[in-house]
Structures are given as C-alpha cells and as structure tokens.
C-alpha cells in the first residue's frame, strides 16, 4: 500500500507575507504533497493590501517551489479547508502567545470540522514579526526591508507613499 497524499492548508491574511511567512511555507511543503496557501479575505482587518494583490505578491515569491500554490478564499477556514479536500491546516508558531490562542483555535476546528491542525515552529530570527507589526513600523516611517521578500518591501514603499 502506497504512501497517502497529504494537501495541507495554509490561511493567513500575509499583509503582507513575510520572511517569517516564507519560512513556513518552505518547511511545511517538505511535510506535505501539496500545499495551498489560502489568502483570507477578513471582514475585520483594515488590510493595505487587495486579496488580489496579495495572492499575486504570494503566487511570484512562491512560483518556483513545487506543490505550492496560492489562493484567496471568505468565510470559514474550515469550509474552505473542506471544499479543497485538505488533510490538514498548517500553522505557524513564534511564540506562547501564538501556542495559546492556536491550540484553542486547531481544537476547535478539529471538534467543528474534524480537520486536524499541524504546527511548525518559525525560525528564531522570525519569532517576533508579524504583518501587523510590519504595517505599523512601516507606516510611521520604520525600516522594515530584512523582515520582507524585497519585491514585498518595494510593493510596500509604493502603497505607502499612496497614502
């Protein structure tokens, strides 16, 4: 009997993705066959970027790894998780205060929608970053150019000076 096929899901908002991002990503496809990595469209995040825009920035960063493709996606993770016939959400972890919200959130997936939740630790140098984090340094004038892909970071500079 053959090895099963693993497709794994990874949802986020990525505004934008991050080196921390990317650091998943490139782990998480070395556990699964493929994995689709879900721009969420949230009604409650002012985001600076499209879901249009973010899945084009993420699908470019990612076009050369195998298996990996990208999405956007509303509602439920969940449903969206069912409706891709995904074994398994992936989610990234940098710190306890990521461990205890996670763990509430992949038990309640799992006793709602029966899917199963795998966790992969970022790197250290990636523990303290998040997109929110990224927008509101960049935004008060802040250098965040080595917690991005570069072509992230000129696609910031840009919108902000829109603003």
Do not use: C
């Not at 921390?20 to 600076?48: M, Q, T």
């Not at 205890?100 to 250290?124: C, D």
């Not at 990636?126 to 965040?144: H, K, N």
């Amino acid at each position: 009997m053959g090895k099963k096929f693993i497709r794994a899901l990874f949802p986020g908002s990525f505004d934008p993705i991050t080196n921390g991002h990317l650091d998943v990503i490139n782990r998480g496809i070395k556990l699964f066959d493929e994995l689709i990595i879900a721009v969420g469209r949230s009604p409650i995040k002012n985001p600076l970027f499209t879901p249009e825009e973010r899945v084009e920035m993420i699908a470019e960063l990612v076009a050369d790894i195998p298996g990996v493709s990208v999405e956007s996606f509303d509602g439920l993770t969940v449903k969206y998780a069912a409706k891709k016939k995904a074994d398994v959400i992936l989610r990234g972890l940098r710190s306890l205060t990521d461990i205890h919200y996670e763990l509430k959130l992949a038990m309640t997936n799992r006793s709602v929608a029966g899917i199963e939740t795998v966790f992969v630790m970022t790197s250290e140098q990636y523990g303290f970053t998040s997109s929110t984090l990224i927008r509101e340094v960049a935004t008060l004038g802040g250098d965040v150019s080595n917690l991005i892909p570069k072509t992230i970071y000129n696609r910031l500079q840009q919108r902000l000076k829109k603003s």
